[in-house]
């Protein structure tokens, strides 16, 4: 059999960190309501100079570090974004110079929150077809850049950084299957019937204006958990493994109220899902594996654990990946 193993992670932040109170002098809020609704009790958000490629080459560097290679071994570069530096070129090609990876070819994909998930399943499919090696995936966003810091019930959700994962495609015996590393199954869904329920109001083919994040945050709350139950069972029943036998759960940290209520639906204790909403808010593409790395260099997730992926956005775009670390 042949799987992408992962072979290091990196993650970055933006310099300033901002927290609920400093947000309660803005706009009317409270550090009480953020907590209680939310779980976020702080977010970082870029200043000049710090963009979604700036923070993705960061993590990036770490990634390909982690993994004990150079810029000259990658590959293949798929770039997760909704909030890219331009509207072209891709922020994956500015990534590709700023790294030296002159051997690989790179492109940006858009699932907004589920975003990492799509590329890590584009990756994983590349790589398989033998279209290269190595892959560097990245999740990269400056969300605060498309927030209307006038609107409570949205700005106070999101923050930036990003996330990277370096993968290998390895070949390992058969009898093998049960411990080998790598991404064992990814599965992806889209219902663009949602689509008003989380966008952005502007874009360069309608008001040519980058837009401001609009939401209706209770009926997104409402498909999210449905979704991710749906998906994550989906790749339990695919792969044969059961909820109990996951060492770890790394969603998408939107909300605190979503992973608890993904978890008791999926009969998984609360301290097996990997929880960094409260540093970093919503971090859209970037928050899977910005929460990976915290807890590979945490010590939590450890050479071998079985993990599980998840993540559910705008679109409604929504995916799963179960991987051996
Ligand atoms: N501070 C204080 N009060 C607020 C704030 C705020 N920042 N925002 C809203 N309120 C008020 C509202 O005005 C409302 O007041 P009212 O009752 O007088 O009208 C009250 O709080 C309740 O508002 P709701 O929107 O009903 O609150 P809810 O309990 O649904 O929580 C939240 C809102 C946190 C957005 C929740 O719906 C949620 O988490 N939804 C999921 C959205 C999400 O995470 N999206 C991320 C992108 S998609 C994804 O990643 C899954």
């Not at 901002?18 to 976020?40: C, H, K, M, P, Y």
């Not at 290679?69 to 891709?90: E, K, R, Y």
């Not at 029943?237 to 759960?249: F, L, M, P, R």
């Amino acid at each position: 059999i042949r799987r992408s193993v992962v072979l290091g992670s990196g993650s970055a932040l933006p310099k300033r960190c901002v927290t609920n109170a400093d947000l309660a002098e803005q706009v009317e809020t409270s550090d009480d309501w953020i907590v209680e609704r939310t779980g976020i009790r702080q977010r970082y958000i870029a200043g000049e100079g710090e963009t979604t490629s700036t923070l993705a080459g960061d993590a990036s560097r770490k990634a390909i570090e982690a993994a004990g290679l150079t810029a000259d071994d990658i590959d293949i570069i798929v770039l997760a974004t909704a909030t890219p530096d331009q509207t072209f070129p891709s922020t994956a090609s500015k990534v590709q110079h700023d790294l030296g990876c002159k051997n690989a070819f790179a492109f940006d994909v858009a699932a907004v929150c589920s975003g990492f998930l799509y590329a890590l399943g584009a990756a994983d499919s590349l790589l398989h077809r033998g279209m290269g090696k190595r892959a560097l995936v990245i999740g990269a966003e400056t969300f605060s850049r498309i927030l209307d810091w006038e609107d409570r019930t949205t700005c106070v959700l999101f923050g930036d950084g990003a996330g990277a994962m370096v993968l290998e495609l390895q070949e390992f015996p058969a009898s093998e299957a049960a411990t080998a590393r790598g991404v064992i199954e990814t599965k992806l869904h889209t219902d663009g019937e949602h689509n008003c329920l989380l966008y952005v109001d502007g874009g360069p083919s309608t008001t040519q204006t980058v837009g401001k994040l609009r939401m209706k945050g209770r009926e997104v709350f409402r498909h999210a958990v449905v979704n991710l139950a749906n998906v994550l069972t989906e790749v339990l029943e695919g792969t044969g493994y059961e909820a109990s036998q996951i060492d770890w759960v790394v969603p998408h940290q939107a909300n605190a109220r979503i992973l608890d209520a993904t978890a008791k639906k999926l009969g998984l204790p609360t301290e097996r899902m990997v929880k960094t909403v409260e540093m970093h808010a919503n971090t859209s593409a970037a928050s899977v594996p910005l929460a990976y790395d915290v807890a590979v260099r945490d010590g939590r997730i450890q050479p071998g654990d079985l993990v599980m992926l998840e993540a559910m956005g705008g679109g409604f775009t929504w995916g799963a990946s179960l991987l051996r670390a």
